[in-house]
């Protein structure tokens, strides 16, 4: 360590038998360079001319939504992104389609120091449960667009984006905890 320079770290876990500590600035700038690189990957134009890992992620929650809508008596049929309900029109894209929130918690889990195996489990995990609460939130827009068209904003704009967020960070902090779980059995 240089002199006058104090290493920014933290201890991730505190349990004795690890004593691991993560380097701020390390995760901080390796998380950037790799979610640029996946925002490359999804809006890169001669990429998405080949495949549209967007335009195919956004239509299967799409026809899963549809699924939960018709299940629960609310008819509803798709074009595109747009999915049809009685009285409203949902236009899933990108942020709405939680594409954006998975992005988000798989590259920290990518960038954090653990076993392959582990940041598998979690990034699996953490796919699983960010999409199933994603589309129950499209789900739930839906049934207000229906039947609270009034209150349909306020919950689209303050409730559903920020339960988003609060899912992708209670999960990665789920994962820190199961990964120092796993550290310390493996140490």
């Known amino acids: 360590m240089k002199k006058g320079k ?8 505190n349990i004795p038998a690890v004593r691991k500590r993560v380097n701020v600035r390390r995760f901080a700038v390796t998380y950037l360079i790799v979610m640029s690189g996946f925002f490359f990957l999804i809006g890169f134009k001669p990429l998405q001319d080949i495949i ?7 239509k299967g929650i799409i026809l899963l939504t549809i699924k939960i809508l ?10 595109g992104s747009i999915i049809n309900l009685p009285s409203i ?4 894209k990108f942020g709405c389609n ?4 998975v992005m988000i918690y798989s590259v920290a ?5 653990s076993a392959l195996r582990t940041k598998m489990i979690g990034i699996i995990a953490g796919f699983l449960i960010i999409q199933l609460v994603n589309v ?3 789900a739930l827009l839906a049934y207000a667009g229906v039947h609270y068209k009034n209150l349909f904003d306020i919950f689209h704009i303050y409730v559903a984006q920020g339960l988003m967020i609060a899912v992708a960070l209670g999960i990665y902090l789920l994962y820190l905890n199961y990964a120092g779980r796993h550290a310390e059995k493996t140490a």
């Open 109 to 113: 889990v990518i960038v954090f120091p």
């Open 6 to 13: 104090k290493e920014v770290s933290i201890e991730t876990y």
């Open 136 to 138: 129950a939130r499209i």
């Open 89 to 92: 029109a949902l236009d899933v």
């Open 70 to 79: 018709n299940l629960i008596h609310i008819p509803a049929t798709y074009h």
């Open 52 to 58: 549209d890992i967007n335009g195919i992620y956004t």
């Open 98 to 101: 939680g594409l954006e929130a």
